[in-house]
């Protein structure tokens, strides 16, 4: 008995050094961790369960058959991330490059059936070449197979992916229909096509860090959410993020101890807003007052940085946060943060996450350069997010909230349910000036006459009451009290319900 025990181990060590010593010894000089390593770090310690370690691929084309490594390129199991169950598979780059063969995607296909399942978050760690070439076809349809379990699983559990070495051909794919896409800067690059592909289709000479770094994908694509300085920073913060998701759409929020009274006032808030409308203020200052011991995780921060998106927790409870950003354009909505804000909104959504508003927006930005670029559809995804989503949606009004992007940012109008402005908040069709321009247009000569028509469209409209006489607005309240207000809002929706009527699915405009 004992021999076969001792078998069982020495197979089990013989798969655990997968490509081997040397390709470990790579790896780990490219500064990154072995797909092993990277589950130990980002599970719970002993937590980690191994499934197919043994599984190799059958190709048997150019001479396949005589190399063969258990577990063909892939790590895959389950465990726990502070307690709660998670399904991961980790690309194994010492094995084959990471490329996926069909026994490879095989294994993969069985964790994400089996996280949907059994309703838990699935994350994935790339680390690979693409398709197995010696297999051919054969990897395309494995590929195939995981598209279509993302797409089944989307919305029903979280999806996350973290790029911690190539990523290419069609490895790229199955992250970009996940939830999330988190880098590592410097050692991870994402593209369809490589740089020499590139050269040769289109003659344009650009490295992998400039064609797919993470540098590219947090500022200019937006492909990436976040990213991070190593395989170790990156894994603990995926820790940390997982524990603001529910495991599935049928799963509660997660509820956190929290040690940060609800009814805490901060009395610094009472001046954030300068008295000058044109100057700006920095809109994270009021989101790290209001939520829970200043701790929030920002998703694409470096991307459309006029909208701020990410979650935080009231209570303990997550809650998604949206907020303009005057810090940056003005706070204006252009196409990025139409494109940005919505795709945030209907996660939370999905996953009954409520969404926390913060409003200081003068408008649309103008331009031919937005225009071109599809400003109105773009900012139509953004009020289609919001005008369908049915989480409890509270919004705070800080100062401006200008014409459609008033209605935009989770007004009364399309369901906001808990709708309060500060004393400060100016609710009006455009600016004073331009109001005025338009209306007193034969009085453009004269410029003081100008100048006390803008006073007095101010005087009428620069001011939350105006809104608040019609209902618009639940309350103007005092911002030290903001975040007591809006816990308070919170546990009075936690009982929401609310359906959309039946349809296969809607028509957001993409
Ligand atoms: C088989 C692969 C492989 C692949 C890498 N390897 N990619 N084996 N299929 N796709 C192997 C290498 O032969 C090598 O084996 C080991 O992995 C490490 O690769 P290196 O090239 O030495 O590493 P590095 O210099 O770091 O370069 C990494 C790389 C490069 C940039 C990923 O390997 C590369 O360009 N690979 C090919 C990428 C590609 O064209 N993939 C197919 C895309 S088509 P040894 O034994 O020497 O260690 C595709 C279409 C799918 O994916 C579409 C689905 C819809």
New binding site residues.
């Given amino acids: 008995m004992q021999d076969i025990l001792e078998k069982l181990e020495e197979r089990r060590a013989n798969a655990r050094l997968g ?1 081997g010593q040397k ?1 470990i010894e790579a790896q780990h000089g490219r500064g990154k961790l072995t797909a092993r390593e990277r589950i130990d770090l980002l599970m719970d310690p002993g937590s980690f369960e191994e499934f197919d370690m043994f599984v190799e691929h059958r190709c048997t084309d150019f001479g396949m058959e005589k190399s063969k490594i258990p577990g063909d390129g892939v790590v895959t199991g389950w465990g726990t991330i502070n307690g709660r169950v998670v399904y991961v598979f980790a690309k194994d ?1 010492t094995v ?2 990471g ?1 996926l063969s069909e026994a490879h995607a095989r294994k993969i296909t069985k964790i994400q059936d089996m996280a949907v399942q059994n309703r838990a978050p699935i994350v994935g760690l790339f680390d690979a ?6 297999e051919g076809v054969a ?2 349809g494995g ?2 197979e995981v598209f279509q379990r993302n797409v089944l699983s989307s919305g029903v559990i979280p999806q996350i992916s973290v790029i911690m070495g ?1 990523c ?4 790229v ?1 199955s992250p970009a229909m996940t939830d999330f896409i988190f880098m590592v800067r410097d050692t991870s690059y994402m593209f369809v096509t ?1 740089p020499d592909v590139v050269k040769t289709v289109t003659n344009e000479t650009v490295t992998a860090e400039e064609l797919g770094g993470a540098s590219v994908h947090t500022t200019r694509s937006s492909i990436a959410d976040k990213a991070f300085d190593n395989d170790v920073e990156a894994l603990l913060q995926m820790r940390r993020f997982i524990d603001f998701l529910p495991s599935s759409n049928t799963s509660p929020v997660p509820e956190l101890p929290s040690f940060d009274d609800a009814e805490r006032f901060d009395m610094s808030l009472d001046t954030l807003v300068p008295r000058n409308p044109n100057q700006p203020y920095d809109m994270k200052e009021l989101i790290l007052k209001a939520v829970d011991e200043g701790d929030f995780f920002e998703i694409q921060e470096a991307f459309a940085r006029n909208i701020v998106t990410g979650f935080a927790r009231m209570e303990g409870r997550t809650v998604g946060i949206v907020a303009n950003q005057p810090l940056v354009l003005a706070g204006t909505l252009d196409s990025d943060a139409g494109r940005k804000a919505a795709r945030f909104v209907r996660f939370c959504d999905c996953f009954n996450i409520p969404i926390v508003t913060f409003v200081d927006v003068p408008g649309f930005l103008p331009g031919t350069a937005q225009e071109y670029g599809g400003l109105i559809k773009h900012g139509a995804k953004l009020l289609f997010a919001y005008a369908e989503a049915t989480v409890p949606k509270i919004t705070v009004i800080t100062r401006k909230a200008y014409g459609g992007a008033y209605v935009v940012m989770a007004s009364k109008h399309i369901r906001g349910d808990v709708n309060y402005a500060w004393p400060t908040a100016e609710i009006a069709v455009m600016g004073s000036k331009g109001a005025a321009e338009i209306i007193y247009r034969q009085e453009l000569g004269e410029p003081e006459r100008i100048k006390a028509r803008v006073k007095e469209y101010e005087t009428r409209f620069a001011n939350p009451f105006v809104s608040a006489e019609r209902g618009f607005l639940d309350e103007v309240i005092m911002p030290h009290s903001t975040r007591k207000r809006v816990a308070r809002a919170l546990n009075m929706l936690r009982n929401k319900e609310l359906q959309n009527p039946w349809k296969k699915h809607d028509n957001i405009p993409l």
């Fill in positions: 490509g390709r780059f084959f490059g490329s070449g693409g398709a197995r070439i010696q990897a395309l590929y195939g190539p290419a051909g069609g490895d794919y490589g």
